[in-house]
């Protein structure tokens, strides 16, 4: 099976469209794990223990962990280790640069972390995302309309009758590509998602943004008009509580979001 084949068998499997994001924070960690040796690894093993039923996949945001240098990177590349082989992994990087750069990201993120999917920037055009697009087992998802105020700057910009990042989807589905191919899409924008899909019908749209960040899931799912999605949750179901029970509250957050966003057969 490729990327795309092995995400929709798990989110057949379990009946979730779920993915959970494991943006982890240290300032934000239950008190009981502050003295922890490892506590990211510890809070983020709970976590999956606690939701791994009700995931059809893992969004790690590499900034988090990034940001700590070498221990970082090894606290995420034991998190990745603890998830189950069957729940798909997506790093959430935004990588792109020249090619002999994009190489060296996709090298990292695919076989030093083994993810499963990764995150990019396509600002830089075709050269900058083959080396992903190469990756015939992988997926690779490209920033299309994010979530954020920002992506009024550039993401909307009209150009020759269309806005930027319908020109960004249509052009990469034009591209050769050996790696399934998916497209960020924020939960904020449940219009042009509809729009979207007329001319991406079955392409997997990665959509942040519910939550927290205040999109809705109604809005979204109706307009998704059933395309393959994996709709992503990170700090409602992660920090969903702060004692003690944290894993069991977790719990009963990605349930809650699982049932809420729904399944089609």
Excluded at 157 to 179: C, D, F, M, R
Excluded at 253 to 261: G, L, P, R, S, V
């Amino acid at each position: 099976m490729n990327a795309k084949q092995r995400l929709l068998h798990r989110q057949q499997t379990i009946s979730s469209r779920l993915c959970v994001g494991l943006d982890t924070e240290l300032s934000k960690l239950p008190s009981s794990l502050q003295g922890n040796s490892h506590p990211i690894v510890s809070f983020n093993g709970s976590i999956i223990e606690s939701t791994s039923m009700y995931a059809s996949a893992y969004k790690i945001n590499t900034a988090f962990y990034e940001q700590y240098g070498e221990s970082g990177w090894v606290d995420m590349k034991k998190t990745i280790g603890m998830i189950p082989n069957e729940v798909f992994t997506i790093a959430d990087a935004k990588r792109a640069d020249i090619g002999n750069t994009s190489s060296a990201y996709s090298r990292a993120i695919f076989d030093d972390l083994n993810c499963d999917a990764i995150t990019v920037n396509p600002y830089m055009g075709y050269d900058s995302l083959a080396p992903f697009l190469e990756r015939e087992d992988r997926m690779v998802i490209v920033l299309a309309l994010t979530s954020n105020p920002g992506s009024t700057d550039f993401q909307r910009l009209i150009s020759n009758g269309k806005p930027l990042y319908q020109h960004v989807i249509e052009t990469v589905l034009s591209w050769k590509a050996s790696a399934s191919i998916g497209f960020v899409i924020g939960a904020t924008h449940p219009d042009e998602l509809a729009m979207i899909r007329t001319y991406a019908p079955d392409e997997v749209l990665l959509i942040p943004g519910i939550g927290a960040q205040g999109g809705d899931i109604d809005a979204i799912m109706q307009a998704n008009a059933n395309g393959p999605v994996m709709i992503n949750v990170s700090r409602a179901i992660q920090y969903a509580g702060d004692a003690a029970d944290f894993g069991e509250k977790a719990s009963e957050a990605a349930k809650y979001y699982k049932d809420q966003i729904g399944y089609y057969s």
